[in-house]
């Protein structure tokens, strides 16, 4: 499990590395394509590193809104909030924030930089469609995540995949709008236009790939380290059965945030692309694994 948290926070500055990286080379391309100077690959490199602080720092922020998660006191729902705490006290954690979302899908999340600086969303369907000893492991698997670092680096990869999108868009604005001295005042430059459109083709592919940079691995040891810190395997595979099962999906699922679920939001969708592509673990995989502990 260390060596699980260690893994994580290098593939975390690794993922900022590559970021700024690959944000500083279309910057040289826009920049030889507009002969605009070293400006803009130096305004590029800036943005760059701005947007990975913005993503360490306010990553959670985005994903609870764009969720659309409510956080909530001791007193609001002393139920879910105590059992919080417990599971806490037994991972030697501090509590985190505690948010509910209002939907019947069951499902939850867990985000934040580290232990000292996070939130749990749950929602409201968990909470009445799940037995104790289910919602006791789901809420142990999100903990896990905390536990695991594996938040960092989940909510690093939300902003990585909005650039991405972002910087898609602004090669084909710029292609059909005119891209700067070289073309001469004949349309877009013929490498703007080329690396235009290679951004519009890859960067759905690109942002899938820096989502399985979050291993899918990290599931399966949030299972297992979820179950030994409810010392009950079976509570949680069962709550898994019946996300499996469930009807009801999530109304504010988004592409950007669905790894950070304990099971994708687009579940039961006849999304082919979406379900081929996920970052998570087959349901049923993970419920012969816990049984297996069992």
């Given at each position: 499990m260390y060596n699980q948290i260690?893994?994580?926070?290098r593939k975390t500055w690794l993922l900022i590395v590559i970021f700024i990286v690959l944000i500083s080379v279309l910057?040289?391309?826009?920049d030889y394509a507009?002969?605009?100077?070293?400006g803009i690959l130096i305004i590029a490199i800036v943005i760059s590193?701005?947007?990975?602080?913005?993503g360490y720092f306010s990553g959670?922020?985005?994903?609870l809104m764009t969720a659309g998660a409510k956080q909530i006191k001791p007193n609001d729902n002393p139920y879910v909030y105590k059992m919080v705490e417990n599971l806490c006290i037994t991972a030697g954690l501090p509590t985190p924030k505690v948010h509910l979302i209002e939907d019947e899908a069951i499902n939850a999340f867990a985000t934040g930089r580290d232990p000292k600086h996070a939130s749990i969303a749950?929602?409201?369907g968990a909470i009445s469609r799940l037995e104790n000893e289910e919602l006791e492991g789901v809420i142990a698997h999100e903990l896990s995540h905390i536990k695991n670092y594996d938040i960092r680096l989940m909510t690093v990869v939300i902003v990585l995949v909005g650039i991405i999108a972002l910087l898609s868009d602004m090669f084909l604005r710029m292609t059909f709008f005119g891209g700067g001295k070289r073309d001469n005042g004949k349309g877009g430059h013929p490498v703007l236009l080329i690396v235009g459109l290679v951004l519009i083709v890859l960067s759905p592919i690109i942002a899938q790939l820096i989502k399985f940079a979050v291993s899918r691995k990290r599931e399966y040891l949030a299972d297992a380290a979820g179950s030994l810190l409810t010392r009950y395997p079976e509570g949680l595979a069962k709550a898994l059965e019946k996300i499996k099962n469930d009807q009801a999906v999530l109304k504010r699922a988004n592409n950007a945030t669905a790894h950070l679920y304990i099971s994708s939001p687009f579940r039961g969708t006849k999304k082919f692309l979406a379900n081929?592509?996920?970052t998570h673990p087959p349901l049923?995989?993970?419920?012969?694994k816990l049984r297996s502990m069992a």
């Open positions: 260690d893994s994580n926070k910057g040289y391309f826009l507009t002969e605009a100077g070293s590193i701005l947007m990975s602080l913005f959670d922020k985005v994903a749950i929602t409201t081929a592509f996920s049923e995989d993970r419920v012969i």
